[in-house]
């Protein structure tokens, strides 16, 4: 028998699904005139981490959008899914419990900052899970206020607290990079006449995107680390807290586009994400995010022969952030791409395949 509610009929996981588009909704471009589309959203922040909706609002868009399932999946916390998922059932709407682990993998001697989704986290009992991501959280508050002292040795030293704490409403433990760069924006505006700082550090900037381009990136001058689990240490703990673990935008994270433009053709992003999803899939990975908003029909169709040849659930999401990601809206990922072959549909059927591999892990696991 299911544990609690895990894939038992009538839990709050596991709400049927009206409508379902035939052979799954795998089509990227517009449905059949014949079919309704039912499309989920699994991978959305709220203002409880790096998002700018707090929960019921952002429960309030999935519902305008038309979404039969939706996640919450703020990064090392879950302290927003209990306002989330009493919006979303007002509406009727599948609540999908998540959160995007802070992880670092190593392959090819190569350290990489990985962003590893949990689904099926209970926030409401002690878990393996839980304690985990409040060891994240603790870090969070050494890691910013390390970021402050870096970012004013470099010269950014009318950046203050107190303002990144008014942006993010939180305090500074638990704010987050996106407050920092509208904080920096703020202090020192585009258009200024500011000299450059040392070492051609930019003294202006234009929006939020320029200042983690030029100085926050994971690869950027003011970055500071941060605590990090493993991603099989991140599936360990998941699935001995009934949760099951899945990497989060593959491409963005392992085929950067600042490495050689000629090393990531097609081909090059399938050889080397075949290495990449077959250790994943060892350490206890069971699935990848292969809907998402920047990735184009080519290359969901290469994710998708990849995750079927090493056994993982093809999962999606926009990456919803609010104003944080303007160009990005609920449901269909990049907002200019509405309507076209583009646009983004995460398929029901990628909700119901994720359930029953964790059914499966769970029932292995007894």
Same mark, same amino acid.
């Given at each position: 028998?299911?544990?609690?509610?895990?894939?038992?009929?009538? *839990?709050?996981?596991?709400?049927?699904?009206? @409508?379902?588009? *035939?052979?799954? #909704?795998?089509?990227?471009?517009?449905?059949? *005139?014949? %079919?309704?589309?039912?499309?989920? &959203?699994?991978?959305?922040?709220? +203002?409880?981490?790096? /998002?700018?909706?707090?929960?019921?609002?952002?429960?309030?868009?999935?519902?305008?959008?038309?979404?039969?399932?939706?996640?919450?999946?703020?990064? &090392? %916390?879950?302290?927003?899914?209990?306002?989330?998922?009493?919006?979303?059932?007002?509406?009727?709407?599948?609540?999908?419990?998540?959160?995007?682990?802070?992880?670092?993998?190593?392959?090819?001697?190569?350290?990489?900052?990985?962003?590893?989704?949990?689904?099926?986290?209970?926030?409401?009992?002690?878990?393996?899970?839980?304690?985990?991501?409040?060891?994240?959280?603790?870090?969070?508050?050494?890691? $910013?206020?390390?970021?402050?002292? !870096?970012?004013?040795?470099?010269?950014?030293?009318?950046? %203050?607290?107190?303002?990144?704490?008014?942006?993010? /409403?939180?305090?500074?433990?638990?704010? $987050?990079?996106?407050?920092?760069? +509208?904080?920096?924006?703020?202090?020192?505006?585009? #258009?200024?006449?500011?000299?450059?700082?040392?070492?051609?550090?930019?003294?202006?900037?234009?929006?939020? +995107?320029?200042?983690?381009?030029?100085?926050?990136? @994971?690869?950027?001058?003011?970055?500071?680390?941060?605590?990090?689990?493993?991603?099989?240490?991140?599936?360990?703990?998941?699935?001995?807290?009934?949760?099951?673990?899945?990497?989060?935008?593959?491409?963005? %994270?392992?085929?950067? =586009?600042?490495?050689?433009?000629?090393?990531?053709?097609?081909?090059?992003?399938?050889?080397?994400?075949? &290495?990449?999803?077959?250790?994943?899939?060892?350490?206890?990975?069971?699935?990848?995010?292969?809907?998402?908003?920047?990735?184009?029909?080519?290359?969901?169709?290469?994710?998708?022969?990849?995750?079927?040849?090493?056994?993982?659930?093809?999962?999606?999401?926009?990456?919803?952030?609010?104003? $944080?990601?303007?160009?990005?809206?609920?449901?269909?990922?990049?907002?200019?791409? !509405?309507?076209?072959?583009? +646009?983004?549909?995460?398929?029901?059927?990628?909700?119901?395949?994720?359930? =029953?591999?964790?059914?499966?892990?769970?029932?292995?696991?007894?």
């Amino acid at each position: 028998m299911p544990k609690d509610g895990v894939g038992a009929v009538g *839990s709050p996981w596991s709400s049927p699904l009206k @409508n379902r588009t *035939s052979a799954g #909704g795998l089509s990227h471009g517009p449905p059949e *005139s014949d %079919t309704v589309e039912v499309v989920i &959203d699994l991978h959305m922040h709220s +203002q409880r981490s790096d /998002g700018t909706d707090e929960p019921k609002v952002l429960a309030e868009r999935v519902a305008r959008a038309g979404l039969s399932a939706a996640a919450l999946t703020d990064h &090392d %916390t879950t302290a927003g899914h209990a306002e989330y998922r009493s919006a979303l059932e007002a509406h009727g709407i599948e609540f999908v419990p998540g959160c995007e682990i802070s992880c670092l993998h190593t392959f090819e001697g190569v350290e990489r900052s990985t962003h590893i989704l949990g689904y099926f986290t209970h926030d409401d009992r002690p878990s393996p899970f839980k304690d985990k991501l409040a060891g994240l959280m603790d870090d969070r508050g050494t890691r $910013n206020l390390r970021l402050v002292e !870096k970012l004013h040795s470099l010269g950014y030293d009318r950046l %203050t607290i107190e303002r990144i704490e008014e942006i993010s /409403g939180k305090p500074l433990s638990h704010s $987050n990079r996106p407050s920092f760069a +509208q904080a920096l924006i703020e202090a020192y505006p585009a #258009g200024s006449d500011e000299p450059v700082l040392a070492d051609g550090l930019p003294r202006s900037f234009l929006d939020i +995107q320029d200042v983690f381009t030029t100085l926050l990136a @994971n690869d950027g001058p003011a970055y500071v680390r941060k605590a990090h689990v493993t991603p099989a240490e991140a599936a360990e703990v998941a699935l001995a807290s009934g949760a099951v673990t899945v990497v989060a935008h593959p491409i963005i %994270t392992f085929c950067s =586009a600042k490495e050689a433009v000629e090393r990531w053709s097609l081909g090059a992003k399938r050889d080397f994400l075949d &290495d990449v999803f077959a250790d994943l899939a060892a350490s206890g990975v069971i699935g990848a995010e292969v809907y998402y908003s920047r990735h184009s029909p080519e290359e969901i169709e290469m994710l998708l022969g990849l995750t079927s040849k090493h056994g993982l659930v093809a999962t999606g999401g926009s990456d919803f952030h609010g104003e $944080n990601k303007p160009d990005l809206d609920v449901g269909i990922g990049v907002k200019e791409h !509405k309507g076209t072959s583009r +646009q983004l549909r995460v398929p029901d059927s990628a909700l119901i395949e994720l359930k =029953a591999r964790r059914d499966e892990m769970l029932a292995a696991a007894l």
